[in-house]
């Protein structure tokens, strides 16, 4: 089994910062992909970024792009988000896919307000 834990998020200002972690436990060498989901209150759970094991192919939502940055290191995904708009508050999930698998994180809380 594989085991996710994200950490990271808070309450931040519009243009701000926060960078979010997500640590991964269990199994962890049969995670191919992982990627950073997110579900804002009354919308469905998006994708806003994968990076694949080795770290080498990432892709982020149209919306994240050139703000956002996603990578790992050995065992922890990070995400980088930068000049946040009110439009990116929402729950953040970490997930972790493997060839018979998939693993989610508890999600973290990510508030963009003045």
């Known amino acids: 089994q594989v085991q996710l834990v994200e950490s990271g998020g808070g309450l931040v200002q519009p243009g701000g910062s926060l960078r979010l972690s997500c640590a991964a436990s269990?199994?962890?060498?049969?995670?191919?992909?992982m990627s950073w989901y997110r579900q804002a209150p009354g919308k469905e759970r998006e994708l806003v970024a994968t990076i694949t094991r080795s770290g080498g192919i990432t892709n982020y939502a149209d919306s994240v792009k050139g703000r956002f940055t996603i990578s790992r290191d050995k065992n922890t995904v990070y995400l980088q988000m930068n000049s946040l708009e009110p439009e990116d508050t929402a729950v953040y999930y970490c997930?972790?896919?493997?060839?018979?698998?998939?693993?989610w994180g508890q999600g973290t809380q990510v508030t963009v307000s003045s």
């Open positions: 997930n972790g896919k493997g060839l018979a698998f998939v693993a």
């Open positions: 269990g199994f962890t060498l049969s995670i191919t992909v």
